[in-house]
């Protein structure tokens, strides 16, 4: 369905552990919601000298006003410090939905949600989303330390079982998410994976699924600019279903993937054998695949 | 009244003056979903290569204030999948399609000429002359006049003799108004300025440049005032042809100061990254202008500024 371009007046400006969360009223945003979506925002005002959009994750969706959304952040520059500022009923300019939703099962299946930091924030609509249709539902969170881990009471509510991870082991179990992966698959039976977080995340939460020979969906944290498609920054090494690499727009061709589709430690470069990359053709074939990168 | 914001492009007349800029608006698809890409002047596709190519490493933008460096490295699919998916989607959408191309030989820029002249519904091609001579160990060919002249005269004898061709030019080049006039005696039909302005930008935690590839193009209203001197400098000294004008434009009245300068058409560009329905915004906000000032035809203000009692020559500054 079509994003919409909206000025969404400010409901609530809140802290969640350590994050800022900002709810604004967006009824075109919120029916049009699908877990793993986004919104840009504008930031700075009308005359702003920041000219590019912000990225957040929408992390709740609510009925209320005719429709409100809320989404988190942490303050790391000067735009994320002025939205920081923002108070109740100031406007917005709010684009969204925007990018692939997470795909959602047929039949209630066990899924495991991971998040890292922040990136746990769209596997709070996720999880309502899989609970609706039947899922099980099990958490695992992670953070540097435990203000940076998102909602863990919330998350025990919604899911079976929740399981917290911390580098510094001020809450739940001392180490990464993906330390504790396996056994939570192994206790939960899961049946599918969905991640969202930093990049090495993904990537070992990635190779945790694909031990196991289980489906993974992953959420990539790409920076971007314009959040719609044209600007072509956000871009990461992503293999087609025809085998052949090419460089995805996080926006509008993510942020969601499956997860073994994503050239981990490619990212951040162009690989040889990319589509449209000095050795791509050497891969053989090279018309007719020109042909498919439609 | 409303005002009359038809312009004529040489022997090429648009419903409005508001267009898009190349590498700005994607394929179409992408901005069509905030408005009717009909309503505008013409869609400027992104630079269309002889074979697909994926670009740059990321970071290719950088936020700078009131602009954006970018580094993109023209990512793209290449003409063909151009020519059977992107270019018959702009037309069944309604879209007057100028093309952009751009090569890395004279060859290059031929066989992209060629190919679309083949295709139906091409409305005009730019030529975008900022791209990496191979055979000159990658200088851009604006930075060489002739060889800027060269493509220019190569592409015009190829292309079908009803698409005009337009050179799109950079403004950091040893003598623009040398270039410009040399790209018109090459056979331009028009000129579409300013491309970006090489900038970079650096990353002070890293250490390393703000974008991978070092260097960027820098867009955004921090280069109109630039963008705008060159539009009237090139018509002061070319009164009679057609000029594109573009570089930050974010308003109906950044619009008219490029009309003013002496450009007949205005392309958005890194304004639809921060508002994709810039577009119809600026020609909204230019139609408002217009009528605020009594002014009744567009075209009236072509070059107003040259006329205004006291305009300065281009020798100042």
């Known amino acids: ?294 | 009244m409303i005002p009359d914001l038809r312009v004529r492009l040489g022997e090429w007349e648009l419903d409005n003056p508001v267009m898009t800029a190349a590498g700005c608006a994607g394929s179409g698809r992408e901005l069509a979903r905030f408005f009717d890409i009909s309503r505008i002047g013409a869609v400027v596709t992104k630079s269309v290569t002889v074979e697909p190519r994926a670009g740059m490493p990321a970071p290719r933008i950088a936020e700078t204030p009131s602009g954006v460096l970018s580094a993109v490295g023209l990512q793209g699919p290449g003409i063909d999948v151009f020519l059977q998916r992107d270019l018959p989607w702009l037309l069944s959408r309604g879209a007057r399609a100028v093309v952009s191309v751009a090569g890395s030989s004279v060859d290059e820029y031929v066989l992209l000429a060629r190919r679309l002249s083949e295709a139906p519904g091409v409305t005009m091609i730019e030529v975008n002359l900022s791209s990496p001579d191979l055979a000159r160990g990658g200088r851009h060919f604006a930075e060489d006049t002739a060889a800027a002249a060269r493509v220019v005269a190569a592409v015009r004898e190829t292309a079908r003799a009803d698409i005009p061709v337009f050179a799109k030019l950079p403004p950091d080049v040893a003598d623009l108004v040398e270039l410009a006039g040399e790209c018109v005696a090459a056979g331009a039909d028009g000129l579409a300025m300013i491309n970006t302005v090489r900038g970079m930008a650096i990353d002070v935690d890293t250490r390393r440049p703000a974008v991978a590839g070092g260097m960027g193009g820098l867009s955004g209203p921090a280069i109109r005032p630039i963008a705008v001197a060159c539009v009237y400098r090139v018509h002061a000294a070319f009164p009679e042809v057609p000029l594109i004008g573009m570089g930050g434009v974010r308003t109906g009245a950044d619009a008219m100061e490029f009309l003013m300068a002496g450009a007949s058409a205005v392309a958005v560009g890194s304004a639809l990254f921060h508002d994709p329905s810039a577009c119809l915004r600026v020609l909204r906000e230019l139609e408002q202008e217009l009528l605020d000032r009594g002014v009744e035809r567009v075209d009236s203000l072509i070059g107003a500024a040259h006329r205004t009692a006291g305009a300065p020559g281009t020798a100042v500054g």
């Not at chain 1, 709740?60 to 108070?87: H, I, Q, S």
């Not at chain 1, 958490?139 to 919330?154: D, K, P």
């Not at chain 1, 926006?251 to 951040?268: L, Q």
């Open chain 1, 1 to 294: 369905m079509r994003p919409v371009q909206m000025s969404s007046p400010v409901l609530t400006v809140r802290q969640v552990d350590a994050y800022h969360a900002i709810t604004v009223v967006a009824p075109g945003i919120a029916e049009r919601f699908r877990s793993g979506q986004f919104i840009a925002v504008a930031v700075g005002g009308e005359h702003s000298s920041m000219l590019t959009r912000r990225m957040f994750a929408i992390h709740e969706v609510k009925p209320d006003y005719g429709g409100t959304v809320e989404f988190l952040f942490t303050v790391r520059g000067r735009g994320t410090a002025w939205l920081a500022e923002r108070r109740s009923r100031d406007l917005l300019d709010v684009i969204g939905p925007l990018g692939r939703p997470f795909p959602l099962p047929r039949d209630p299946v066990n899924c495991v949600l991971v998040g890292g930091g922040s990136g746990s924030a769209p596997l709070f609509p996720l999880a309502h989303a899989l609970r609706r249709r039947g899922c099980r539902v099990d958490f695992v969170l992670g953070g540097a330390t435990a203000s940076r881990v998102f909602s863990a009471i919330t998350a025990r509510r919604i899911a079976e079982t929740a399981t917290v991870t911390t580098d510094d082991g001020s809450l739940g179990t001392k180490g990464r998410v993906t330390d504790v992966l396996p056994r939570v698959i192994d206790e939960a039976c899961s049946d599918v994976v969905y991640a969202c977080g930093p990049m090495p995340m993904l990537r070992e939460a990635t190779a945790v699924a694909m031990r196991y020979g289980i489906p993974i969906q992953v959420s990539v944290e790409e920076t971007m600019a314009c959040g719609t498609g044209i600007c072509m920054s956000c871009v990461i090494p992503v293999v087609g279903e025809d085998g052949i690499t090419r460089m995805a727009r996080a926006c509008v061709d993510g942020p969601v993937f499956r997860g073994e589709r994503v050239r981990y430690d490619d990212v951040g470069t162009v690989p040889f054998d990319a589509l449209g990359a000095p050795g791509w053709k050497a891969r053989g074939g090279g018309e007719d695949r020109t042909r498919e990168a439609g």
